[in-house]
């Protein structure tokens, strides 16, 4: 059973960001949104580029300002970045002077200032194995791959045993190969640490494999919460197993039509899906779905 | 055989990538040849980087200075020097440098070792001595040739000249009958008449000022007849003046072996000692306190000639590191300024704010400004240098000591620092503000403090831009230095040059070209030191230099 904290681990509400504009009123990218994030729930949200996909996560990280409204982490009104939500950016964005361990440890060091130094250095070496750098530890950034750096930036942000995690297009710049490797290895992680998670991506497949609930985005100015897909697959996921289930494609199905629909509609009232599946679709689709859902169930 | 060449790789290399780092790159070509990497290719950039440079040196030094400027520009005391008198005065102030060398290692010279120096320069000394006077001989005997030559020359010049100036006379004589008489032929009021004499009068003057020029020029044609000088005997007498100037260093070196021998003149005031220590016992009263009282005074002399040095003349290379020092003591105290100002411009914009005007104002002020000012407030600092413990202290240091750190050494250096710290303050301004944002997103997200963030975030990745602004102060500050010692006579590079400007020798032009390439020389090492520091802290992607 859930509890309400439970089921409002991460509450954002009506938020908004502007952008001040010198030539009349200020340039809102989002408006009202609204979204509830179980704990240990993993969100994806997709859009069209430019919608505030991106603007909502730095917001909810804390390195972008908050306009209007409110995010709750936790029971706690989020003020500024934390090692409480953990970003994994689109750039690896490692620092170049240090080795992959130095890397980790920049932040270990930080978050856990009474543990010490055999048990940093144990965190380290944990969270750089989990993403499969066991034995490159020691080396720079130059002398890695882009996956490999990618890995590093997501075990510094793990390092820090955050609450939250927070993926800005984290396989953007990496080929397909790569991506599902990473993707795999952010599975693995989020199984094992029951953390809450939140994705950015443009990609339909990942969003609907990785996330419990797919978010859509309308189109911006005043970007809110489109619709909401609930993703029926069990956990633990296996790549294979999603990727021949019959829903998958028809989620995905959903997603692509959303985007292609809602992409020329500008500032549609919000309809939430609380399950049910509503929007701008043919009748046959939306029974194919409702079909498999049953299925799942 | 396969470890021999896998090391044989290896070496090559990690002698590549020295050259890489050191930008030492147009002898990449040469490595790759010795082990036989596409030959073709690498004579090419043989040829290029290393043969046409050679060529052009070649061309500009000999073909075009020697052969073209030296012959078109004069000075007052002759000639530009050619290359090879370059050459020469260079090798002279070598001399100088070690003959200063030998003077001192004799002046400490003590027991047997002296003994056998003092004979080997005395065989010496007789030898140049006998060289000089075969030079003299030399000398005297092409002088009566050049003489004779001279004479043989001069002379149909000087019967021209009496023979131009004896039918000058007679020509003005005859005029001056004519005038008169036409003078006393003239009748009063006769108007045509007067004229015509004011016409006779000035066309007798004009007359007697072109004979008095054509008088002047074969004039001038003697003297400079008798002023040529003979290339035999200039080569002949630089002969003489460098055994004379042999003969005299040795006559100094065997003083300094002899009469002015630190362990000799110790010896004997030793000698008195003990001899006063045997009268002393025989002697009571006022002449018993007399004589120990000198006795005390002989003791002291002693240990004072003990701790005393060679007081010799500078020379060149003592110059050159004394120059090389101050360079590092001003630049190692400038960046010590610049580097954390630069920081705080970087990190606040208030802060850059405050500092803009000052170093607006205080960038483009020369060194020529700066130093006196400087000098005064360091000799305001050290009234009586001598005897301050400070300086004391750096004259005991064990590296620096032998330096002899002075008033006008740290006003250099000061100097230096003010003129070469504003590079590195903008560089490192610049590179702590263009830092990657998404770096310092990282450090937010991480929540890294203050100094956690200085020195792993801002600092390593605003250091290549911190050195490329070293690099350039460094730079600057060599420049600055030789005006800045020329100006305060702090012993180094900058007061050879003027030294040799006041003394106006027939070689100072020589000897100030050979400091240019001196100058220029260690200015290149200095530069090569800051790129190889430049490249070791540099990283992927860093911001560019500018």
């Known amino acids: 059973m859930i509890t309400k904290e439970n089921s409002q681990f991460v509450e954002i509400s009506n938020l908004i960001k502007e952008y001040p504009n010198p030539y009349g009123e200020d340039f809102r990218v989002v408006e009202n949104f609204d979204l509830k994030i179980k704990e240990g729930e993993f969100i994806s949200l997709i859009g069209h580029s430019g919608c505030g996909k991106s603007t909502v996560l730095t917001m909810l990280a804390g390195l972008n300002e908050i306009s209007g409204g409110g995010i709750i982490v936790g029971n706690k009104e989020i003020d500024g970045p934390g090692p409480d939500r953990a970003v994994v950016f689109q750039a690896p964005c490692l620092m170049p002077w240090m080795t992959a361990f130095d890397n980790v440890m920049l932040g270990v060091k930080n978050v856990y200032p009474h543990v010490s130094k055999q048990e940093r250095i144990q965190i380290v070496e944990y969270s750089l194995s989990a993403v499969g750098l066991g034995d490159e530890m020691k080396k720079y950034p130059r002398e890695m791959s882009g996956g490999m750096q990618q890995r590093v930036g997501i075990a510094r942000a793990i390092a820090l045993q955050p609450r939250v995690l927070l993926l800005d297009e984290p396989f953007g710049r990496l080929d397909s190969l790569t991506r599902m490797e990473l993707q795999d290895v952010i599975i693995d992680i989020l199984a094992k640490e029951k953390l809450t998670a939140m994705i950015v991506t443009h990609d339909v497949d990942e969003a609907v494999f990785m996330a419990d609930r797919c978010v859509m985005m309308s189109n911006g100015p005043k970007a809110g919460v489109g619709e909401i897909l609930e993703i029926g697959f069990p956990r633990p996921r296996e790549r294979k197993e999603v990727f021949d289930d019959p829903n998958f494609f028809a989620y995905r199905e959903h997603l692509l039509a959303f985007l292609e629909q809602r992409s020329h509609i500008k500032g549609e009232p919000r309809v939430f899906a609380n399950g049910e599946i509503l929007g701008f679709m043919d009748k046959e689709r939306v029974e194919v779905i409702r079909r498999n859902h049953e299925k799942v169930s | 055989m396969v470890l021999n060449f896998v090391t044989m790789k290896k070496i090559k290399y990690s002698l590549l990538k020295t050259i890489d780092i050191t930008g030492l790159t147009f002898l990449d070509p040469v490595v790759r040849l010795c082990y036989g990497e596409e030959p073709q290719v690498q004579l090419k950039k043989i040829g290029q980087w290393i043969i046409v440079p050679l060529i052009a040196v070649f061309v500009a030094l000999f073909v075009i200075y020697d052969g073209f400027i030296v012959d078109t520009f004069k000075t007052?005391?002759?000639?530009?020097?050619?290359?090879?008198?370059?050459?020469?005065?260079?090798?002279?102030?070598?001399?100088?440098?070690?003959?200063?060398?030998?003077?001192?290692?004799?002046?400490?010279?003590?027991?047997?070792?002296?003994?056998?120096?003092?004979?080997?320069?005395?065989?010496?000394?007789?030898?140049?001595?006998?060289?000089?006077?075969?030079?003299?001989?030399?000398?005297?005997?092409?002088?009566?040739?050049?003489?004779?030559?001279?004479?043989?020359?001069?002379?149909?010049?000087?019967?021209?000249?009496?023979?131009?100036?004896?039918?000058?006379?007679?020509?003005?004589?005859?005029?001056?009958?004519?005038?008169?008489?036409?003078?006393?032929?003239?009748?009063?009021?006769?108007?045509?008449?007067?004229?015509?004499?004011?016409?006779?009068?000035?066309?007798?003057?004009?007359?007697?000022?072109?004979?008095?020029?054509?008088?002047?020029?074969?004039?001038?044609?003697?003297?400079?007849?008798?002023?040529?000088?003979?290339?035999?005997?200039?080569?002949?007498?630089?002969?003489?003046?460098?055994?004379?100037?042999?003969?005299?260093?040795?006559?100094?070196?065997?003083?300094?072996?002899?009469?002015?021998?630190?362990?000799?003149?110790?010896?004997?005031?030793?000698?008195?000692?003990?001899?006063?220590?045997?009268?002393?016992?025989?002697?009571?009263?006022?002449?018993?306190?007399?004589?120990?009282?000198?006795?005390?005074?002989?003791?002291?002399?002693?240990?004072?000639?003990?701790?005393?040095?060679?007081?010799?003349?500078?020379?060149?290379?003592?110059?050159?590191?004394?120059?090389?020092?101050?360079?590092?003591?001003?630049?190692?105290?400038?960046?010590?300024?610049?580097?954390?100002?630069?920081?705080?411009?970087?990190?606040?914009?208030?802060?850059?704010?405050?500092?803009?005007?000052?170093?607006?104002?205080?960038?483009?002020?020369?060194?020529?400004?700066?130093?006196?000012?400087?000098?005064?407030?360091?000799?305001?600092?050290?009234?009586?240098?001598?005897?301050?413990?400070?300086?004391?202290?750096?004259?005991?240091?064990?590296?620096?000591?032998?330096?002899?750190?002075?008033?006008?050494?740290?006003?250099?250096?000061?100097?230096?620092?003010?003129?070469?710290?504003?590079?590195?303050?903008?560089?490192?301004?610049?590179?702590?503000?263009?830092?990657?944002?998404?770096?310092?997103?990282?450090?937010?997200?991480?929540?890294?403090?203050?100094?956690?963030?200085?020195?792993?975030?801002?600092?390593?990745?605003?250091?290549?831009?911190?050195?490329?602004?070293?690099?350039?102060?460094?730079?600057?500050?060599?420049?600055?230095?030789?005006?800045?010692?020329?100006?305060?006579?702090?012993?180094?590079?900058?007061?050879?040059?003027?030294?040799?400007?006041?003394?106006?020798?027939?070689?100072?032009?020589?000897?100030?070209?050979?400091?240019?390439?001196?100058?220029?020389?260690?200015?290149?090492?200095?530069?090569?030191?800051?790129?190889?520091?430049?490249?070791?802290?540099?990283?992927?992607?860093?911001?560019?230099t500018i």
């Open chain 2, 76 to 544: 007052k005391s002759g000639k530009l020097p050619t290359s090879s008198k370059i050459y020469s005065s260079y090798q002279a102030i070598d001399q100088l440098h070690d003959d200063e060398l030998a003077k001192e290692k004799a002046y400490n010279l003590s027991g047997e070792e002296r003994e056998v120096e003092l004979k080997a320069v005395e065989e010496k000394i007789s030898s140049v001595a006998k060289a000089l006077e075969l030079a003299g001989q030399a000398v005297a005997s092409q002088q009566e040739v050049t003489k004779a030559s001279i004479a043989s020359k001069v002379a149909p010049i000087q019967a021209e000249y009496e023979a131009l100036k004896e039918s000058i006379k007679v020509a003005a004589t005859a005029r001056a009958e004519e005038l008169e008489l036409f003078s006393q032929s003239m009748t009063p009021g006769d108007e045509s008449a007067a004229e015509k004499l004011l016409e006779l009068v000035r066309a007798d003057d004009a007359q007697d000022t072109l004979d008095r020029e054509k008088r002047n020029l074969i004039k001038e044609k003697i003297s400079v007849t008798l002023g040529e000088k003979s290339l035999d005997l200039e080569e002949i007498k630089a002969e003489e003046t460098y055994f004379s100037e042999r003969l005299a260093f040795l006559k100094t070196y065997k003083t300094l072996l002899s009469t002015e021998n630190k362990s000799l003149i110790i010896d004997e005031k030793k000698g008195r000692i003990s001899a006063y220590e045997q009268e002393l016992t025989t002697l009571t009263g006022a002449d018993a306190l007399k004589k120990a009282k000198s006795i005390v005074k002989q003791e002291s002399v002693i240990s004072k000639k003990e701790e005393s040095e060679y007081a010799g003349s500078k020379t060149i290379w003592y110059q050159v590191k004394r120059s090389v020092l101050c360079v590092f003591t001003g630049f190692f105290l400038g960046s010590f300024l610049a580097i954390p100002i630069g920081i705080f411009c970087g990190l606040n914009k208030t802060f850059m704010a405050m500092m803009t005007p000052f170093i607006a104002i205080f960038k483009p002020v020369s060194p020529i400004v700066w130093l006196p000012i400087i000098l005064i407030l360091v000799m305001g600092a050290f009234p009586n240098p001598d005897k301050h413990p400070f300086m004391e202290f750096l004259g005991e240091l064990p590296l620096i000591g032998v330096y002899k750190i002075n008033p006008a050494f740290i006003a250099s250096a000061i100097t230096v620092a003010l003129c070469s710290l504003w590079a590195t303050m903008a560089n490192t301004a610049l590179g702590v503000a263009s830092i990657d944002k998404d770096h310092m997103n990282v450090a937010r997200v991480l929540k890294l403090g203050f100094f956690a963030r200085l020195f792993k975030i801002i600092i390593p990745s605003s250091l290549p831009l911190i050195f490329a602004g070293l690099r350039i102060s460094l730079g600057v500050g060599w420049m600055v230095l030789i005006a800045a010692e020329l100006l305060s006579s702090s012993e180094g590079i900058g007061k050879f040059v003027f030294d040799e400007f006041n003394n106006g020798g027939s070689d100072s032009l020589a000897k100030m070209v050979v400091v240019v390439f001196i100058v220029g020389i260690i200015g290149l090492i200095l530069d090569r030191i800051m790129v190889i520091f430049q490249r070791l802290v540099s990283f992927e992607g860093a911001p560019a």
